[in-house]
């Protein structure tokens, strides 16, 4: 497990890279948290080797927090193949992952692979949900691109100020927002996003929520 202190690239000089392709998440909690050298990453790929969840505990948690020379990310997938889930009690974290960036400008699609349909079922129905998405682009006053999150149908509960102070974003998909015991945080969603133009609920099932998104 790495610890919030000590993300394995959190010192490092390193610029560029061109793709991380990795088995386990245990080491991209914090990977890059006040990196300050960091500028562009292409493709992320995480997962399908044979883990229980408890690798993917806090898979994207404080990933590239306040690197604030960030500029783009390429697709981020995470492939859920031969994951043996916990779904009674742990979330799983996406929460703060480039929360700080302020130069970041582009981030490609985020999707979820090869879930099956039993995964869908219980995450909707679990104590907690499978993962927590807030304040993922808090502070990401330059981005630009559009923002596209295909959870492959798993339900996902906390989108808390995820998009806060994403002043140019002008169009965000979401993934399915269903979930049956907890109550769904969509507060601040958008606070401070003066050029979106819209948010594209298709993927989700039915929710309610009395949040202001703040769109």
């Known amino acids: 497990w790495v610890g919030e202190e000590n993300g394995i690239f959190v010192g ?120 927590n998405f807030s304040n993922m682009f808090n502070g990401c006053s330059s981005l630009t691109s559009d923002i596209d999150f295909d959870s492959g149908g798993i339900a996902i509960m906390d989108f808390y100020s995820s998009f806060n102070d994403c002043k140019f974003v002008k169009n965000i998909k979401l993934p399915n927002l269903g979930h049956t015991n907890n109550s769904l945080n969509l507060d601040g969603l958008c606070n401070g996003c003066s050029s979106l133009v819209s948010i594209d609920f298709s993927r989700t099932g039915t929710f309610s929520t009395t949040d202001k998104i703040n769109c």
């Open 12 to 131: 490092a000089n390193i610029k560029y890279i061109d793709e991380i392709n990795i088995n386990s998440a245990r080491c991209t909690q914090c990977m890059f948290m006040n990196n300050s050298n960091i500028i562009s990453v292409g493709n992320i790929s995480v997962g399908g080797a044979k883990f229980t969840s408890n690798s993917f505990n806090r898979i994207f948690r404080y990933m590239f927090k306040n690197a604030k020379n960030l500029t783009s990310v390429g697709n981020v997938t995470i492939d859920l193949n031969n994951i043996t889930w916990n779904f009674e009690y742990q979330t799983y974290e996406c929460n703060g992952m480039f929360d700080g960036c302020s130069n970041l400008k582009t981030v490609g699609k985020i999707s979820f692979t090869n879930v099956n349909p039993t995964q869908i079922e219980k995450t909707q129905s679990a104590k907690n949900s499978l993962m």
